[in-house]
């Protein structure tokens, strides 16, 4: 089997192409050009097993080509512009990418002589102001460019299976969260200014509104329900999880009581990142995808927190380890340009090489 993975170097990308790979696929992914190799850093570890492409959603010639040279027996459509509060700065290149890089995918599955099958990643977010729990049959009420771009791209995807035959689902995923976040996610955020905070590198966390209620879960269980709704007789749409809600403060707390610290110490407030309008209340029924695809979430909450926490500890020791070493310099300016003259650091130096004497 072939797979092909537009958003591959993202947190869902990343979880999804080393689930293929265990199944034995011959994966595929489309990246963005980058002048540096930043951008791959979620799947470095995967690198030398992938076939990487680049490619731009809004490119629709470049992605024809490309579904036509590899051939994929499955698409898997996750490249977006996932920020739900970036989407207010910049709606035209969020429809862009969001909606029509959706139809752009769309007519190159049509224009396909051979089967495949596709995913489209949808969002929580499309259901915006309805009241949860939220279901398959729950009328979208979109709050966010971001999310209207998204409802565009769901029911043109149904568009397309009706018109055309083709085997398209929809994936409507809740919160999903891991420490492969985007650290400008709030959860990613939270957990990573918890870690920085304990070990001594900030004092403070900024965020907006905690009020808002999130069902969250964890990438890797909702990847693998990505995976199951192509592998089934007919292709539908299912909404994908938990089925339990908590606030963004609740996750705050949790966050820092992993530290043993009192999160409101060192919280502060700042209606710079208010969204003009913001989602209240989402809470999942995942009833459908359970009882079709056999699908459970195997992280609860605590789990999750948990994990992402610990990723950020090991991130932080890491950062001051360095910071330590650098500060252990002493330097000195001498005819324009710095000198060193010593540095020590005192027992075991970084990546485990022993006591640094210069």
Not at 59 to 71: E, H
Request: proline share 5%.
């Amino acid at each position: 089997m072939k797979a092909l993975i537009t958003g591959i170097t993202g947190q869902d990308g990343s979880y999804l192409a080393e689930l293929l790979l265990i199944k034995g696929y011959e994966v595929h992914g489309v990246i963005r050009r980058h002048s540096t190799t930043a951008g791959t850093v979620r799947i470095d570890h995967i690198f030398d097993r992938l076939h990487l492409h680049y490619g731009d959603m809004t490119d629709g010639l470049a992605i024809l080509s490309l579904v036509q040279t590899v051939r994929p027996d499955e698409i898997y459509h996750l490249a977006a512009q996932s920020h739900v509060g970036v989407s207010f700065d910049h709606p035209c290149y969020t429809v862009d990418t969001n909606a029509i890089g959706t139809l752009n995918m769309l007519e190159a599955l049509r224009m396909a002589d051979w089967p495949c099958r596709y995913y489209q990643a949808s969002s929580s977010e499309m259901f915006g102001s309805a009241p949860p729990p939220q279901s398959e049959s729950t009328p979208f009420e979109p709050c966010s460019p971001y999310a209207c771009s998204k409802v565009y791209g769901y029911y043109q995807s149904i568009n397309y299976r009706k018109a055309y035959g083709l085997f398209a689902c929809n994936g409507i995923l809740f919160n999903h969260e891991s420490p492969r976040r985007g650290e400008t996610f709030v959860t990613r955020k939270i957990t990573r200014a918890a870690a920085r905070i304990a070990l001594g590198l900030q004092d403070k966390l900024v965020l907006g509104d905690l009020t808002p209620m999130r069902d969250w879960g964890f990438a890797g269980d909702y990847v693998r329900a990505m995976w199951l709704m192509l592998q089934q007789d007919e292709p539908d749409d299912y909404v994908i999880a938990t089925g339990e809600q908590h606030s963004v403060e609740q996750f705050l707390g949790w966050a820092f009581d992993a530290v043993n610290l009192d999160w409101r110490k060192h919280v502060k407030f700042d209606e710079r990142y208010s969204r003009p309008l913001d989602v209240p209340s989402l809470c999942g029924d995942a009833s459908k995808a359970r009882m079709l695809l056999g699908w459970e979430p195997t992280v609860d909450i605590a789990g999750l927190v948990g994990m992402m926490v610990a990723g950020d500890l090991e991130l932080a020791e890491q950062e001051r380890t360095l910071r330590d070493v650098k500060d252990s310099f002493d330097w000195r300016k001498r005819d324009g340009g710095p000198e060193l003259l010593t540095c020590s650091v005192a027992g075991q130096g970084p990546f485990g090489i022993g006591p640094v004497e210069c």
